[in-house]
């Protein structure tokens, strides 16, 4: 058995390959979208927990309500990464990152207090519902009575 020869032939068809799988990677991570990033954020933050599809794209609609114009954008790159190679995955390459952890966490907040999570006995063995945005003051533990008058 010869071993493959190094030639001009085989350099050009080894590079068309790769880069047809290159164009097939990027066109797969091309039709993420922002569902496909908080799908799979919810799903990797709050393993168990049972949150339909409507829950999510309500809150994906959500999400966009009042941010820059720079922010599509960079979800969309997140989504394809998400979609690519999975939340976990980018996670641990982001580990380090404090804008991508202050995104995850802002985000994860904004839905849990828009969802009826903190009113379920057990969210893993009842559904969570997005409800919508939260009013003024999303963080419904906040007391706002004066000291001398709480029960």
Do not use: W
Not at 2 to 9: Q, V
Not at 63 to 74: E, H, L, M
Not at 121 to 139: L, M
């Amino acid at each position: 058995m010869t071993s493959p020869r190094f030639t001009r032939r085989n350099f050009l068809l080894g590079g068309a390959a790769l880069s047809a799988l290159g164009l097939g990677i990027a066109g797969y991570a091309a039709t993420a979208s922002a569902f496909d990033f908080f799908k799979a954020m919810l799903r990797s933050q709050l393993p168990g927990v049972r949150i339909s599809d409507a829950s999510i794209r309500s809150f994906t609609e959500d999400a966009f309500i009042g941010r820059q114009s720079d922010f599509a954008p960079k979800l969309r790159v997140l989504s394809g990464m998400v979609h690519t190679l999975g939340f976990n995955a980018v996670a641990a390459i982001m580990r380090n990152n404090y804008p991508f952890e202050k995104f995850n966490r802002d985000f994860l907040t904004l839905f849990l207090v828009g969802s009826n999570f903190f009113q379920l006995t057990e969210p893993r063995a009842e559904e969570v519902v997005y409800f919508g945005r939260p009013g003024a003051c999303p963080n419904p533990f906040a007391r706002f009575e004066p000291e001398g008058e709480l029960e």
